[in-house]
């Protein structure tokens, strides 16, 4: 191999070195996210695929049935469940929440001598490595398990190969005994370690976690299994699992001291700067500005790796789960973005073809989904930029006030007045959000002090605190709530000051957030509150401005009211942090009403930023629902405000609104008049619809509707809104009103294709009964071509003669449609595939249905396609049984003619029990004096049947205790008539010990 080998040649020459020189078989790297099994968030290391090997669960044409030696390079996730490096990353040079793990297998092939030789070749022969930095360990022994240290592995090492004697150490049960789960197949691995250290001397640092001596191969040698118990015992095969660091072993290869300064990462770095405009990578590990950019670096690097690969392999990030996951990764590298490398707009998505370009060779899937994992990025990106400042600015502002107050309680100050911003050197101006901070405080005596903060403020806390200052529980509840900042990405911002957060604290306020969610209520009960609030102030009107602008800067007057947990009360003056409740003369804002959810944004006033979550209506009264994010704001008469409503969440919410109605009119032409509004949700992620049906509404029907929506939608007409009187208005025809709705004299009229005004001169006119007109107060868009599509993602039963549908538009639609097309294109190529590849497919196919918002169109074409291939998976096992029964007479006959005596016990090769139930009606005719034992294997189920004539029942054997008796040995259970019983087992590897039971216990109701 060349002197500075490239990762990829590193890769190859492995998997080349175990399939040309070992004879291995090359298998892929399964997906990164296990779809089939709900047990893992992501796979976490190369055996995860090969489990039904260990297991002994490998069916017959199985892609594992008759694998016994394999070796590849599994993609790995480590950021979530029982490993979980995700803190790690970025900190060290080598933690990685994506990585790759090279790794060879033997399933009850070779064992430990050749699994610790060919190591050894690989590493010192053809790689090169120095003999003198090379460590092994080996397992030491366990008291509790009653396990004596591993001296065969130990003897191995000394024989096998030349390492150093002095090299070779014990290790304890943590680190050398590998164990699947709490239960399951176990055994002692030997690990590989490399001295890094410039002389040599690392040997008391393996296993310490030091960058210096690290470990890069792991040698599992699988020989026991532990049951529920806790019991081991001894394997019958024995299997050899092995896992190497990539990523490791490429810094080794090429001279580094960092996983980060090998060519795996340097394209990335390259790629990085070009979109960030940030300095060079410097490799640097402290606090300094260039080593927090190289932190920076090192995160965003590995995160857009994990992200492109989960992606890539059916994840989304989400709210729960494996989503969650790649949502704190995503979030996590955003944040270094915008604060640390300054890049004020997303860029993670911009990196996504470095990645491709780097690491499609040895995995090309990542070429087939490129855009749509850029697409994913961005989104999310976009989602959380919004928040993104404003919830850095209120984390410096509370890790100010929690250093002042922990600098007041250190130095005895008897009072601390709020934590105040400076950016000027008398700090008299008040400072624009996000500057630095100064802290001021009185003394006894009436004194004021200031002290200035430093931007890092680590070596202040360590020179004037006594105690570590603390993120108060309330502030990070708020960034999660408010601007999503998840709890660990503000206890890294906290660790980077110094500082902690109030986890404990932070928990409890989201254990009552969930309570007061799973009873219906928010922080308080808003409605309530602030209907007294209207019953005590009697504020004015306000004048919605919303039809015609979303940003407006007007003088007005500005009532605030401050929201606590005890209601809502009206406030003179309102500060950083406080929750509050703005009353403004007129407003762009839409509040809550008819299904459309209240529009959120900004207000700012000369004082500073009030960041609006929620605008809801009591009355003529709108109140804007917010946090303020800067400055002390106070109620006035007469105030600048600026309004600005979130835009792309609005439009969003537009094209869901006139989505609905046109699917308002299609499921009236479709279904029939009787279809009636029974309640709609309209948000800026999807439209959902209720209406009276006493039906499930069927593909055909849904294919329909969706076509007469995305005709109006081609068709780009103009959307109108106008008041009109109501009595008027109410004999346009085709008109559709919320039944039992109560409407004012003077209602909105939304027409989509015909001006109100042609419609009220001409009210009858039968022509208008192919339009969709309705009475709402809602928002829509100006012309039908913005929605840009529409598709129907479920349908569903409210209640009795009540149905649900809810629908997609715009971007959101198209991905949906997107992810149906590229699901029903592989189903269409898994009709060639194998049995066993077939039902793995189908069990991924399934998975991703659940998880992914699809069209309902393409599930239901999904779930005819899958029975179809069902079928052929059922066709194929009748096929097989038949061969299983022709087989099963043939060894029947066999049987019979050598069976001797009055006792039969046999087993037959892949027979289930129709097989066995054939074989033993062959047998009774040629011996039916005879009692008969009959076992046999089918996939990972063990079958057994019996039968006794009546002269051998009356001595003492009878059929049922017989199979029950031979069940149990198999891990399971059975019985039947005296004449005929059956049973089952779930351990295919007992078999044998299960016949000889049966044969022991026959003979002993049989003896005189």
Same mark, same amino acid.
């Given at each position: 191999?060349?002197?500075?080998?490239?990762?990829?040649?590193?890769?190859?020459?492995?998997?080349?070195?175990?399939?040309?020189?070992?004879?291995?078989?090359?298998?892929?790297?399964?997906?990164?996210?296990?779809?089939?099994?709900?047990?893992?968030?992501?796979?976490?290391?190369?055996?995860?695929?090969?489990?039904?090997?260990?297991?002994?669960?490998?069916?017959?044409?199985?892609?594992?049935?008759?694998?016994?030696?394999? +070796?590849?390079? @599994?993609?790995?996730?480590? /950021?979530? !469940? #029982?490993?979980?490096? %995700?803190?790690?990353?970025?900190? &060290? *040079?080598?933690?990685?929440?994506?990585?790759?793990?090279?790794?060879?297998?033997?399933?009850?092939?070779?064992?430990?001598?050749?699994?610790?030789?060919?190591?050894?070749?690989?590493?010192?022969?053809?790689?090169?490595?120095?003999?003198?930095?090379?460590?092994?360990?080996?397992?030491?022994?366990?008291?509790?398990?009653?396990?004596?240290?591993?001296?065969?592995?130990?003897?191995?090492?000394?024989?096998?190969?030349?390492?150093?004697?002095?090299?070779?150490?014990?290790?304890?049960?943590?680190?050398?005994?590998?164990?699947?789960?709490?239960?399951?197949?176990?055994?002692?691995?030997?690990?590989?370690?490399?001295?890094?250290?410039?002389?040599?001397?690392?040997?008391?640092?393996?296993?310490?976690?030091?960058?210096?001596?690290?470990?890069?191969?792991?040698? +599992?040698?699988? @020989?026991?299994?532990?049951? /529920?118990? !806790? #019991?081991?015992?001894? %394997?019958?095969?024995?299997?050899? &699992? *092995?896992?190497?660091?990539?990523?490791?072993?490429?810094?080794?290869?090429?001279?580094?001291?960092?996983?980060?300064?090998?060519?795996?990462?340097?394209?990335?770095?390259?790629?990085?700067?070009?979109?960030?405009?940030?300095?060079?990578?410097?490799?640097?590990?402290?606090?300094?500005?260039?080593?927090?950019?190289?932190?920076?670096?090192?995160?965003?690097?590995?995160?857009?790796?994990?992200?492109?690969?989960?992606?890539?392999?059916?994840?989304?990030?989400?709210?729960?789960?494996?989503?969650?996951?790649?949502?704190?990764?995503?979030?996590?590298?955003?944040?270094?973005?915008?604060?640390?490398?300054?890049?004020?707009?997303?860029?993670?998505?911009?990196?996504?073809?470095?990645?491709?370009?780097?690491?499609?060779?040895?995995?090309?899937?990542?070429?087939?989904?490129?855009?749509?994992?850029?697409?994913?990025?961005?989104?999310?990106?976009?989602?959380?930029?919004?928040?993104?400042?404003?919830?850095?600015?209120?984390?410096?502002?509370?890790?100010?006030?929690?250093?002042?107050?922990?600098?007041?309680?250190?130095?005895?100050?008897?009072?601390?007045?709020?934590?105040?911003?400076?950016?000027?050197?008398?700090?008299?101006?008040?400072?624009?959000?996000?500057?630095?901070?100064?802290?001021?405080?009185?003394?006894?005596?009436?004194?004021?002090?200031?002290?200035?903060?430093?931007?890092?403020?680590?070596?202040?806390?360590?020179?004037?605190?006594?105690?570590?200052?603390?993120?108060?529980?309330?502030?990070?509840?708020?960034?999660?709530?408010?601007?999503?900042?998840?709890?660990?990405?503000?206890?890294?911002?906290?660790?980077?000051?110094?500082?902690?957060?109030?986890?404990?604290?932070?928990?409890?306020?989201?254990?009552?957030?969930?309570?007061?969610?799973?009873?219906?209520?928010?922080?308080?009960?808003?409605?309530?509150?602030?209907?007294?609030?209207?019953?005590?102030?009697?504020?004015?009107?306000?004048?919605?401005?919303?039809?015609?602008?979303?940003?407006?800067?007007?003088?007005?007057?500005?009532?605030?009211?401050?929201?606590?947990?005890?209601?809502?009360?009206?406030?003179?003056?309102?500060?950083?942090?406080?929750?509050?409740?703005?009353?403004?003369?007129?407003?762009?804002?839409?509040?809550?009403?008819?299904?459309?959810?209240?529009?959120?944004?900004?207000?700012?006033?000369?004082?500073?930023?009030?960041?609006?979550?929620?605008?809801?209506?009591?009355?003529?009264?709108?109140?804007?629902?917010?946090?303020?994010?800067?400055?002390?704001?106070?109620?006035?008469?007469?105030?600048?405000?600026?309004?600005?409503?979130?835009?792309?969440?609005?439009?969003?919410?537009?094209?869901?609104?006139?989505?609905?109605?046109?699917?308002?009119?299609?499921?009236?032409?479709?279904?029939?008049?009787?279809?009636?509004?029974?309640?709609?949700?309209?948000?800026?992620?999807?439209?959902?619809?209720?209406?009276?049906?006493?039906?499930?509404?069927?593909?055909?029907?849904?294919?329909?509707?969706?076509?007469?929506?995305?005709?109006?939608?081609?068709?780009?007409?103009?959307?109108?809104?106008?008041?009109?009187?109501?009595?008027?208005?109410?004999?346009?025809?085709?008109?559709?009103?919320?039944?039992?709705?109560?409407?004012?004299?003077?209602?909105?009229?939304?027409?989509?294709?015909?001006?109100?005004?042609?419609?009220?001169?001409?009210?009858?006119?039968?022509?208008?009964?192919?339009?969709?007109?309705?009475?709402?107060?809602?928002?829509?868009?100006?012309?039908?071509?913005?929605?840009?599509?529409?598709?129907?993602?479920?349908?569903?039963?409210?209640?009795?003669?009540?149905?649900?549908?809810?629908?997609?538009?715009?971007?959101?639609?198209?991905?949906?449609?997107?992810?149906?097309?590229?699901?029903?294109?592989?189903?269409?190529?898994?009709?060639?595939?194998?049995?066993?590849?077939?039902?793995?497919?189908?069990?991924?196919?399934?998975?991703?249905?659940?998880?992914?918002?699809?069209?309902?169109?393409?599930?239901?074409?999904?779930?005819?396609?899958?029975?179809?291939?069902?079928?052929?998976?059922?066709?194929?096992?009748?096929?097989?049984?038949?061969?299983?029964?022709?087989?099963?007479?043939?060894?029947?006959?066999?049987?019979?003619?050598?069976?001797?005596?009055?006792?039969?016990?046999?087993?037959?090769?892949?027979?289930?029990?129709?097989?066995?139930?054939?074989?033993?009606?062959?047998?009774?005719?040629?011996?039916?004096?005879?009692?008969?034992?009959?076992?046999?294997?089918?996939?990972?189920?063990?079958?057994?049947?019996?039968?006794?004539?009546?002269?051998?029942?009356?001595?003492?054997?009878?059929?049922?205790?017989?199979?029950?008796?031979?069940?149990?040995?198999?891990?399971?259970?059975?019985?039947?008539?005296?004449?005929?019983?059956?049973?089952?087992?779930?351990?295919?590897?007992?078999?044998?010990?299960?016949?000889?039971?049966?044969?022991?216990?026959?003979?002993?109701?049989?003896?005189?």
């Amino acid at each position: 191999m060349s002197a500075n080998p490239t990762s990829g040649e590193i890769r190859r020459r492995f998997i080349e070195f175990f399939v040309n020189k070992q004879a291995h078989r090359f298998y892929a790297s399964s997906p990164v996210v296990p779809h089939d099994d709900p047990t893992l968030l992501f796979a976490n290391a190369g055996m995860n695929q090969f489990k039904p090997a260990f297991l002994g669960q490998v069916t017959q044409g199985s892609p594992l049935s008759g694998l016994t030696r394999a +070796v590849n390079s @599994q993609k790995c996730i480590r /950021a979530g !469940g #029982k490993h979980n490096d %995700l803190e790690d990353v970025g900190k &060290d *040079t080598y933690h990685h929440t994506f990585f790759e793990m090279l790794g060879n297998w033997s399933f009850g092939d070779y064992f430990k001598k050749e699994a610790i030789a060919w190591a050894w070749d690989l590493l010192t022969n053809v790689w090169g490595m120095d003999k003198s930095r090379l460590h092994a360990t080996v397992f030491g022994g366990d008291a509790s398990d009653g396990l004596a240290a591993d001296e065969e592995a130990a003897e191995l090492w000394r024989t096998q190969t030349d390492i150093d004697p002095s090299h070779i150490h014990l290790g304890s049960k943590k680190d050398n005994f590998w164990e699947m789960g709490d239960s399951g197949p176990c055994g002692p691995c030997s690990e590989v370690h490399i001295d890094l250290t410039p002389d040599k001397s690392g040997a008391k640092l393996i296993n310490a976690d030091d960058a210096r001596v690290i470990e890069i191969w792991n040698l +599992v040698f699988i @020989q026991f299994n532990r049951d /529920a118990s !806790g #019991k081991l015992t001894p %394997l019958p095969a024995k299997h050899v &699992d *092995t896992g190497m660091g990539f990523e490791r072993v490429c810094a080794v290869l090429q001279g580094k001291t960092s996983n980060y300064d090998t060519d795996v990462f340097k394209p990335l770095f390259d790629a990085i700067r070009k979109v960030t405009g940030a300095a060079a990578y410097g490799g640097r590990m402290d606090s300094s500005p260039q080593g927090k950019a190289d932190m920076a670096y090192r995160v965003i690097a590995d995160h857009i790796r994990c992200l492109t690969f989960a992606i890539t392999d059916g994840a989304v990030p989400s709210n729960e789960g494996r989503g969650y996951v790649l949502r704190r990764i995503l979030r996590r590298a955003v944040r270094h973005g915008w604060q640390t490398l300054n890049v004020k707009e997303p860029f993670l998505h911009r990196l996504v073809p470095a990645v491709v370009a780097a690491m499609s060779e040895a995995f090309p899937e990542l070429k087939q989904e490129t855009q749509n994992v850029i697409d994913v990025i961005k989104d999310e990106e976009e989602s959380f930029a919004r928040t993104l400042d404003r919830g850095i600015a209120l984390f410096e502002a509370a890790a100010a006030d929690a250093i002042g107050r922990e600098y007041a309680r250190s130095h005895g100050l008897t009072k601390v007045a709020q934590t105040t911003a400076f950016f000027s050197e008398n700090d008299e101006d008040p400072p624009p959000v996000g500057s630095k901070y100064s802290l001021t405080f009185k003394t006894h005596s009436g004194e004021t002090i200031r002290k200035r903060l430093p931007p890092d403020p680590i070596d202040f806390i360590k020179a004037e605190c006594k105690t570590v200052p603390c993120i108060p529980d309330k502030a990070a509840f708020m960034l999660h709530d408010t601007y999503g900042f998840p709890l660990d990405l503000t206890q890294v911002m906290a660790e980077e000051r110094g500082m902690t957060v109030d986890v404990a604290g932070f928990e409890r306020l989201m254990e009552e957030a969930r309570e007061k969610a799973r009873s219906g209520g928010g922080s308080v009960n808003n409605t309530q509150a602030l209907v007294e609030a209207v019953q005590r102030e009697q504020p004015g009107a306000t004048v919605f401005l919303g039809y015609d602008l979303i940003e407006t800067k007007i003088e007005t007057y500005c009532t605030l009211y401050k929201v606590t947990d005890a209601g809502c009360e009206c406030a003179e003056m309102v500060n950083p942090g406080d929750e509050v409740a703005v009353v403004v003369g007129q407003t762009p804002f839409y509040a809550e009403a008819g299904g459309q959810v209240g529009d959120t944004g900004t207000i700012t006033t000369p004082a500073g930023e009030i960041r609006i979550h929620n605008t809801v209506k009591i009355g003529d009264v709108y109140f804007h629902l917010g946090v303020v994010e800067s400055g002390t704001h106070r109620s006035e008469k007469a105030v600048q405000l600026h309004l600005k409503v979130d835009r792309d969440r609005r439009r969003k919410i537009m094209a869901n609104h006139t989505g609905t109605h046109m699917l308002n009119r299609a499921l009236r032409d479709t279904l029939g008049d009787h279809v009636q509004q029974k309640g709609s949700l309209v948000d800026d992620q999807k439209l959902r619809f209720d209406f009276a049906h006493n039906a499930p509404i069927t593909p055909e029907q849904i294919d329909k509707i969706e076509n007469m929506v995305n005709t109006d939608i081609t068709a780009d007409m103009a959307v109108y809104a106008e008041e009109a009187d109501q009595e008027q208005a109410l004999k346009i025809n085709s008109l559709r009103a919320v039944f039992g709705e109560k409407y004012p004299p003077r209602v909105r009229v939304v027409s989509i294709g015909v001006p109100v005004a042609d419609l009220l001169a001409k009210p009858d006119n039968g022509a208008w009964q192919g339009y969709s007109i309705e009475f709402c107060g809602g928002t829509h868009l100006a012309k039908t071509g913005d929605a840009e599509g529409l598709v129907v993602v479920s349908e569903e039963a409210v209640s009795k003669g009540v149905r649900r549908l809810t629908a997609m538009t715009s971007q959101a639609a198209h991905r949906a449609t997107a992810q149906g097309q590229k699901l029903l294109a592989r189903v269409e190529s898994m009709r060639s595939s194998e049995p066993d590849k077939l039902q793995a497919g189908i069990a991924q196919i399934s998975g991703e249905m659940e998880s992914t918002p699809l069209p309902l169109l393409a599930k239901a074409q999904l779930r005819g396609r899958i029975t179809e291939l069902q079928a052929t998976l059922k066709e194929h096992a009748k096929q097989q049984s038949k061969q299983s029964a022709g087989a099963a007479v043939e060894a029947a006959r066999k049987i019979a003619d050598e069976a001797q005596g009055d006792v039969i016990v046999a087993s037959l090769d892949d027979a289930d029990a129709n097989a066995l139930r054939t074989a033993m009606d062959v047998i009774r005719k040629k011996k039916p004096d005879a009692a008969l034992l009959l076992g046999g294997i089918a996939g990972d189920k063990v079958a057994f049947i019996a039968s006794v004539p009546k002269p051998l029942i009356d001595k003492g054997l009878k059929a049922g205790d017989w199979v029950r008796e031979v069940a149990k040995v198999a891990g399971g259970g059975g019985g039947g008539r005296p004449d005929m019983a059956q049973a089952g087992g779930k351990d295919p590897a007992k078999l044998n010990d299960a016949l000889e039971t049966g044969r022991a216990f026959a003979k002993s109701k049989l003896q005189p």
